[in-house]
């Protein structure tokens, strides 16, 4: 008696579930279209990544045989409900789980996110220490840059940012004990300090001060704030002033300082996926001044250059003619500084990534400042310039 009942309700299961199978292959394939042919940008702000390039195509052998995988990288970095996807995937791992989404993010103590990639844990820990040689070998190529440069009138000046570990150590987890040997930027430090004269400034210690007074990095990214940014360009600016006595840093009053929740978060949070979930509050400096140094267009040899994520070098200059010209070769700890630094420079130049003997030629500055984050010193030489007119034998 009720069979035919029956029937009509499989029959309408049967249909809800075709139009779900439908609606499941239809939305994310029109999402992909939406995303990948009309509103991509090349770059994911919430995982904080470069996308998957949209791969060339031709009937030539290699490119033939390549071109399912690429596609397939380019399909899966746009197809549609990936972000929403995402974010879910994170806030289970993070939120339900207290498990990082990735091997490039630690998640520390308090809400606190600690950058992970390549040796910055390890080197923290002391697991990683330099051999005799190798210090040697950083004290060579660093001299060595510092005589040419000398040669040609032209002071060196290196300092290096912190990494985040080593300034919050106390927000780590409780597994990240610090090891009984010295990190690599101890014993960096300690080896410059004690036989070269090349000039490192050490923010270690102005930075341990102020973290006393006021948050100095990012809770949930790998740099510093403004703050720790201002006391990084303090050091340096009353560092280069024992050369140039025209030189002195901006007064703290010269800024509003203000905390702005803006709704965003640093890189790890959106390493995480989480960049929309996990907020960070920004202590931000707003300057009270009208900026002298602008912005102008770079020299054709400082046009060219970029580095691997495709940012332009920078040129920068104003009219006072009794400061000095520099070349900063940086990384993104310098972001935060160079409008300020700016100030005290007729003619400053911005390059991205290693030293760039080239643009220093070119450039002819009386000052070349290398800002290096502190993860780079798990690279074994650095990178050397090119050699010209020395005969240094290499340490043994």
């Known amino acids: 008696m009720t069979r035919p009942n029956n029937e009509a309700a499989r029959r309408t299961v049967d249909v809800m579930l075709i139009a779900a199978f439908l609606a499941g292959i239809t939305v994310p394939f029109a999402g992909f279209v939406n995303r990948g042919f009309r509103t991509d940008t090349g770059t994911s702000t919430m995982e904080n990544r470069t996308l998957a390039p949209m791969p060339e195509f031709s009937l030539e052998r290699q490119v033939l045989a390549a071109f399912p995988r690429k596609f397939e990288e ?163 600016v009353k560092h280069l002033a024992g050369t140039y006595p025209v030189l002195k840093p901006l007064p703290r009053s010269a800024f509003e300082v203000r905390e702005v929740d803006d709704g965003g978060s640093g890189g790890c949070a959106r390493l995480l996926g989480l960049g929309n979930q996990l907020k960070d509050v920004r202590i931000t400096f707003f300057p009270r001044y009208r900026p002298a140094a602008r912005e102008i267009e770079p020299t054709p040899l400082l046009g060219t250059r970029t580095d691997a994520q495709n940012r332009k070098a920078s040129l920068m200059t104003q009219d006072r003619t009794d400061l000095p010209s520099a070349v900063v070769i940086r990384d993104s700890f310098m972001t935060f500084i160079i409008p300020w630094l700016a100030e005290h420079f007729r003619r400053s130049a911005y390059v991205w990534g290693t030293f760039d003997l080239e643009v220093v030629e070119d450039e002819k500055p009386d000052v070349v400042i290398q800002e290096m984050a502190e993860r780079r010193l798990s690279h074994r030489f650095g990178n050397p310039p090119k050699m010209i007119g020395f005969k240094l034998q290499r340490p043994r």
Not at 171 to 181: C, E, I, Q, T
Not at 185 to 190: E, G, I, R, T, W
Not at 211 to 233: L, M, P, Q, S
């Open 74 to 236: 380019y399909f899966n970095d746009r197809f549609g409900l990936r972000d929403l996807l995402v974010t879910w995937h994170g806030c289970t791992k993070v939120f339900l789980l207290g498990m990082s989404t990735t091997d490039e993010v630690l998640i520390g103590k308090e809400g606190w996110l600690f950058y992970a990639t390549g040796n910055i844990i390890p080197d923290y820990r002391g697991a990683h220490p330099y051999s005799s040689r190798e210090l040697r070998a950083w004290q060579w190529i660093l001299e060595e840059r510092r005589d040419y440069l000398a040669s040609m009138g032209i002071r060196y000046v290196l300092f290096i940012a912190p990494e985040k570990s080593t300034i919050y150590p106390e927000y780590l987890p409780d597994a990240v004990n610090r090891g009984k040997r010295p990190s690599r930027l101890d014993q960096f430090m300690s080896h410059m300090k004690a036989y070269s004269d090349v000039e490192v400034i050490d923010l270690r210690e102005a930075l341990l001060r102020a973290k006393t007074r006021e948050r100095v990095y990012r809770r949930t990214g790998t740099h510093w704030n403004d703050v720790g940014a201002f006391v990084a360009y303090e050091e340096l």
